[in-house]
């Protein structure tokens, strides 16, 4: 193999597991931070070994044992053997990499601890984010600033500050139980569904859909899922991530416009992904990630948009809101319920939040208003509607959509 495709096989390893290995060194020294230097010294050492001894086997569990033993290494440097070793535990007796990959009950252990240490909520949730994508996801600095629309110095400042706020705050590198575990749970659960959101809907930019960070929070999902099966809300998650992923392929034109959901294309959907999230939704309960997916499962059943079971989704999103009482679920429910018996009841329950705080800057509300006024026929006033809602969107895709709705 050349030396260019070693260099591209450790790349393309170390990326798929970093996580891994980072959750494997945080067991032992308690940092994140530390441990992601300790992840990429094993990186560097590979780069500097695997040239002239060849790729191994298993480039993951190499990868894992010498950052294991670097980090074991750096705790007997900084402390006493004796202690560190009764804090650890006996496995760190002996010191030479195993040949084969550590038991992956136990990798599976470290790695659900490294995800409830990088989504604790003693980070804001911009940090939880950041640093999410940094260690599970596998983002460089510069790939997060891209997907969060962000400057890369300040996601760069974001990521030291998360890591230095854990070792401040001494977070321990574990995962919760009883209360505080269904607290930490949702938490997690808030992150990979605000990756996957912005992915799926882009805040701002060029771009209607980001289908790799859809693709990381999808990975996450799943990767959840699998360690905590007996978790119903995470099911729920997936489930629901699986259904809104397998309709990207059809949300945008040739293009790059977007396509509204009563236009798309539903045979671009893909069906693979509908039966993950039934298998899913399956394992679900009745949490509101479960009732979100419930609903995007309606939508998938519909062969046709008319053949959309509206009054379903109303009742579903009634539930959600008697969960959350969120004003966007509100919004959502008076558009299943326009759906369901006609405009104007739906129109009735929008202009009750026309005066609700947080959605005062939020331009699916005049969005909304301007389509259930064009289905009564008050043209101007929605054409009005539509504009306010191009002047509250920072998404140049969705400015221009809106814009055109309001000319016509």
């Known amino acids: 193999m050349t030396e260019p495709r070693v260099t591209a096989t450790i790349e393309a390893a170390y990326r798929i597991e970093s996580p891994r290995v980072i959750a494997a060194a945080a067991r032992i020294v308690r940092d994140v931070g530390i ?26 569990a190499w990868l894992t044992a010498t950052a294991r033993r670097r980090a074991i290494d750096l705790v007997r440097r900084k402390e006493t053997y004796a ?18 990959p550590p038991d992956p009950e136990n990798i599976d252990d470290d790695l659900l601890r490294l995800i409830f240490t990088a989504c604790h909520p003693v980070l804001p949730t911009a940090s939880r984010t950041a640093l999410t994508l940094r260690l599970l996801g596998g983002l460089t600095t510069a790939e997060i600033a891209r997907a969060l629309l962000a400057a890369e110095p300040a996601v760069a400042q974001r990521i030291v500050r998360a890591k230095r706020t854990l070792a401040t705050a001494g ?12 607290a930490r749970l949702s938490s997690v659960l808030e992150v990979i569904y605000l990756i996957f959101n912005e992915g799926y809907t882009a805040t701002a930019g060029d771009d209607v859909v980001r289908p790799a960070l859809c693709e990381d929070a999808l990975r996450l999902a799943r990767v959840l899922a699998a360690l905590m099966p007996g978790e119903p809300e995470v099911h729920g998650l997936s489930a629901l991530l699986e259904f809104q992923a397998s309709r990207i392929p059809a949300r945008t034109g040739p293009d790059g416009a977007p396509v509204l ?4 294309n539903r045979t671009r959907w893909n069906r693979p992904l509908m039966r993950r999230g039934a298998d899913a ?3 679900a309960g009745g949490g509101p990630y479960a009732l979100q997916a419930a609903i995007a499962a309606c939508h998938a059943r519909a062969a046709r948009y008319e053949d959309t079971d509206w009054a379903m989704i109303a009742t579903l999103y009634g539930r959600l809101l008697t969960l959350t009482g969120s004003p966007v679920v509100a919004l959502n429910r008076a558009v299943a319920v326009s759906m369901a018996e006609g405009p104007a009841a739906g ?7 026309r005066d609700e705080p947080a959605l005062k800057d939020y331009h699916l509300l005049p969005s909304v208003r301007g389509d259930l006024l064009a289905r009564l026929g008050r043209d101007a006033e929605a054409s009005e509607e539509f504009r306010r809602a191009a002047s509250l969107t920072h998404n140049e895709r969705e400015r221009a959509l809106l814009l055109e709705r309001s000319a016509r």
Request: without cysteine.
């Open 35 to 60: 441990a992601e230097e300790i992840a990429q010294d094993a990186l560097v050492a590979a780069l500097e070994q695997w040239p002239e001894s060849g790729v191994p086997d298993k480039p993951g």
């Open 281 to 283: 939704l399956a394992r």
């Open 261 to 264: 959901l009563a236009d798309q």
């Open 347 to 353: 129109l009735a329950l929008v202009d009750a939040l």
């Open 171 to 182: 977070v321990g590198f574990e995962v919760p139980y009883g209360e505080d575990r269904a």
């Open 83 to 100: 202690r560190k070793l009764a804090e650890v535990g006996r496995s760190l007796e002996d010191t030479t990499p195993p040949p084969d």
